[in-house]
């Protein structure tokens, strides 16, 4: 399911960005691509994983510097 909504979201920006293209040019396109894309992966990337806790930098600093 996952793999299915990333691919609609990144078919549904690159179709954006081809009217954001054909408005303001290939230039501001690529502009605009790459920064949804980058944030859209950013998003995605900081997701927690199945059956994961996420560690703030608090519980992170405890739980190495107790190791």
Known sequence: M?????????????LAGIVVGIVKGQEARQKWVSKKKAKY?????????????VLDEIE??????SI
């Open 2 to 14: 996952k793999r299915i909504f990333y691919k609609m979201m990144f078919t549904a920006i690159l």
């Open 41 to 53: 992966e950013a998003k995605r990337t900081l997701a927690p994983a199945d059956n994961q806790v």
């Open 60 to 65: 992170m600093a405890t739980y190495h510097h």
